[in-house]
């Protein structure tokens, strides 16, 4: 079983950046495909982007495109999101969730969740 912990989230200004972190334990993360998921406040949850095993191959929700960027360090066992230009509609509880399998948009396709960050975005 692999364990995930968020952390990076916080307050920022509209424009504003921040990096939010997956670390995981348990397992080593290169065996997984890790995907982030928000839950603004009072909504679904929703996708947000997703990068395959090796990191060779991305996908983002159409809202972040752009503005966001998921990458890894296998060697750091830690995926993170690069969120630049960062909107009020970016509010939300950021998860890190993971497959082994291949990368995915829906929710139900992940395994193992993080407990979440808070992103606040102040307009």
């Known amino acids: 079983q692999v364990q995930l912990v968020e952390s990076g989230g916080g307050l920022v200004q509209a424009g504003g950046s921040l990096r939010l972190s997956c670390a995981a334990s348990?397992?080593?993360?290169?065996?997984?495909?890790i995907g982030w998921f928000r839950q603004p406040p009072g909504k679904e949850r929703e996708f947000v982007a997703a990068i395959t095993q090796s990191g060779g191959s991305t996908n983002y929700a159409d809202s972040v495109k752009g503005r966001f960027t998921i990458s890894r360090d296998n060697a750091k066992n830690t995926v993170y999101l690069q969120m630049n230009r960062l909107k009020p509609e970016d509010t939300a509880v950021y998860y890190c969730?993971?497959?082994?399998?291949?990368?995915?948009?829906?929710?139900?396709?992940?395994?193992?969740w993080g407990q979440g960050t808070q992103v606040t975005v102040s307009s």
């Open positions: 348990g397992r080593t993360i290169s065996s997984y495909a």
């Open positions: 969730a993971c497959t082994a399998f291949f990368i995915a948009t829906t929710g139900g396709s992940y395994n193992y």
